[in-house]
Nanobody
């Protein structure tokens, strides 16, 4: 099992920055990637960004490309999400997720690709 705990959410104004962190514990060696998803009220959960452990390859949704940056702190077993130039449409609950190592499964952009989830942290951006 892998446990994930997000932190860093809050209320900010448009144009501000915010940094989310996801602390992983447990069998983290059994994971191959971690990602961030978000869910706004009345909308489906959507992919934001992800990072593969192998090669550190990163992926971003078009809506956040150039504004958000995902990174990993190996020493702390933490994945961070730096969010700059925030917009009101970024308002959502942000979830951290981890993908188990599963041979033959390379998907990284949908909820079904992930096996472990954090409880979520609220990000609210006012205009």
């Amino acid at each position: 099992q892998v446990q994930l705990v997000e932190s860093g959410g809050g209320l900010v104004q448009a144009g501000d920055s915010l940094r989310l962190s996801c602390a992983a514990s447990g069998r983290t060696f059994s994971t191959s990637a971690m990602g961030w998803f978000r869910q706004a009220p009345g909308k489906e959960r959507e992919f934001v960004t992800a990072i593969r452990w192998s090669g550190g390859i990163t992926y971003y949704a078009d809506s956040v490309k150039g504004r958000f940056t995902i990174s990993r702190d190996n020493a702390k077993n933490t994945v961070n999400l730096q969010m700059n130039n925030l917009k009101p449409e970024d308002t959502a609950v942000y979830y951290c997720a981890a993908k188990r190592i599963r041979p033959g499964t390379l998907g990284i952009g949908t909820s079904d690709d992930y096996d472990y989830w954090g409880q979520g942290t609220q990000v609210t951006v006012s205009s």
